[in-house]
């Protein structure tokens, strides 16, 4: 375990020293610059766009920064040879492919909280909000998101175990987009029972197969009061554990290849 921790602590140094923090900062003055330029929009207006506005900001930033991030950690390291030297200690791949993605997700949650704090912050002063519920509601579409590009990272880490980083970025931006957008499609499609045999198999497979990225979109019910989430603490347990379950998976599969390459 100390290995891993500090492979771990390692790579949240590479990623700090890689300035995306910067990249946060000016997010959150864009964002600043922006926000008051809303005041033309009624109250209600203008509170739903900003939380709107602030909630896509986190998570598509967080969306690349998590594949950035990721996409390069093996290749770069074998690249610059570095893991010749870290693997001819006592070190073996899986702990070495472990502590990787834990740094990684350790430096992607750091970035996503103080991006968080930043645009909440923003946020209350460009409302007002002096209400610690209200502040708190926000909060919780950045923590599923947090989960959401945890898995978004074992995605990555995945496959840059047996692909090239361009070729990573495109495979795993592209199942996010899917996961996030076709998900409900391939549930109705699968639930249908006047769907063809051929279509219901295939969503089936899809679905079962391909990871469930809107599972963690819970925007809408804090954009629009109106929406409510049915049992919503048994509903994040559970997202949470299949989170941790499918990121157990692909760990597991990286491992695996990655054991097996010849670096």
Do not use: H
């Not at 926000?35 to 900001?57: C, D, F, K, N, Y």
Request: with cysteine; charged share 10%.
């Amino acid at each position: 375990m100390r290995v891993i921790l500090s492979i771990a602590s390692t790579t949240v140094g590479e990623a700090i020293r890689r300035r995306v923090l910067l990249i946060i900062l000016l997010i959150g003055v864009l964002f600043l610059a922006v926000a008051p330029g809303l005041t033309v929009l009624s109250a209600r207006q203008e509170r739903t766009v900003l939380i709107g506005m602030t909630l896509g900001i986190i998570q598509l930033t967080s969306a690349v920064i998590a594949i950035v991030l990721t996409v390069y950690m093996i290749p770069n390291e074998i690249e610059r040879r570095t893991i010749y030297t870290i693997l001819c200690k006592p070190v073996q791949r899986w702990q070495f492919l472990v502590g990787k993605y834990l740094g990684a997700v350790a430096a992607l949650g750091l970035m996503m909280a103080l991006m968080t704090i930043v645009l909440v912050l923003v946020f209350a002063l460009q409302q007002g909000v002096q209400q610690m519920d209200q502040l708190v509601l926000l909060a919780k579409a950045p923590a599923m998101f947090f989960v959401q590009m945890s898995l978004l990272a074992a995605v990555a880490i995945f496959f840059s175990t047996f692909v090239s980083p361009l070729v990573n970025f495109f495979l795993s931006g592209g199942l996010y987009l899917v996961g996030s957008l076709f998900n409900s499609f391939f549930e109705v499609i699968s639930s249908n029972p006047n769907s063809p045999a051929l279509a219901k198999g295939f969503a089936t497979f899809a679905n079962t197969i391909l990871p469930n990225f809107a599972n963690y979109n819970v925007q809408n019910p804090i954009i629009n009061p109106g929406q409510i989430i049915e049992n919503e603490s048994i509903y994040y347990v559970r997202v949470t554990i299949y989170g941790l379950l499918y990121i157990g998976i692909l760990l597991v599969g990286g491992i695996v290849i990655f054991d097996r390459r010849e670096v």
